[in-house]
């Protein structure tokens, strides 16, 4: 998920976000996340649905994280909605999984 996605989901703004992570980056490793670069950037903004808004988008490349990244944001992210949206996302990675051992 990138890292707009999941400070639109935890109520920050990106850049809010953005710095909470930076404050705790030796929390995250590689394999937790890491910048895309501008082709992948570009590339995902090319297959939005989305009309581009003038301005929208920032200037900096934006963050993916992994799932364990995601977990490790529920660590690092504070208040009630933060927790309340990381007990819905522990819940839907549960979900997505039991999904996939099933079919």
């Given at each position: ?8 989901i935890?109520?920050?703004s ?58 490790m ?31």
């Amino acid at each position: 998920m990138l890292d707009s996605n999941l400070a639109e989901i935890y109520g920050y703004s990106t850049k809010a976000f953005n710095q909470q992570v930076k404050n705790n980056l030796e929390k995250f490793d590689e394999d937790f996340m890491f910048q895309l670069t501008k082709e992948e950037y570009d590339s995902i903004l090319r297959s939005s649905f989305l009309t581009l808004e003038q301005g929208k988008y920032s200037k900096y490349l934006p963050y993916a994280f992994t799932e364990q990244g995601v977990y490790m944001l529920m660590t690092v992210l504070k208040g009630e909605l933060a927790t309340k949206q990381s007990k819905t996302l522990v819940r839907l990675f549960k979900q997505m999984k039991d999904y996939v051992v099933e079919n």
